[in-house]
């Protein structure tokens, strides 16, 4: 099997990022694969199984919600781009060489430099030598 991966969303997990093995609990107790401490979350809530291709969710929280692309389950099967939620947290399903690994990181999600402060000093730059030329300016 490829290595999957969840790609945190949102909640306690946003821009993490997580390789998959054969088997993969989610919960709150310290012996996890995938720890998560947040509200909501219970020791042993959720796990993932995969053999070869193919990968499973079980929900193992017999009083809370595991929830697949919106719909509370039981057990389903996952394919690429699935959303995983646990209480406030959210994960999304990558297969193996679908995307770069710095989806949802910190690079990624960074805002984009602006470049309107460099336009406006060039603008006064400009403008203060074309005073220089015609003489508007006294030095």
């Not at 107790?29 to 199984?49: F, K, M, N, Q, Y």
């Not at 919106?70 to 389903?76: F, K, M, R, S, T």
Request: glycine share 10%.
């Amino acid at each position: 099997m490829g290595t999957y991966r969840l790609k945190g969303a949102s909640g306690a997990v946003i821009n993490q990022d997580f390789a998959l093995g054969a088997k993969t609990v989610i919960g709150s107790a310290e012996d996890c694969d995938l720890r998560v401490e947040s509200d909501g979350v219970e020791p042993r809530h959720a796990e993932i199984t995969g053999e070869q291709d193919a990968l499973l969710l079980k929900n193992l929280a017999s009083h809370a919600e595991t929830l697949l692309n919106g719909e509370a389950v039981d057990q389903a099967s996952l394919a690429s781009g699935d959303e995983i939620r646990i209480a406030n947290c959210r994960w999304v399903l990558q297969a193996p060489g679908l995307r770069p690994q710095k989806v949802l990181t910190g690079i990624a999600v960074r805002p984009r430099r602006s470049y309107l402060p460099w336009l406006i000093v060039g603008g006064l730059l400009a403008a203060a030598v074309l005073s220089w030329q015609r003489g508007w300016l006294p030095f």
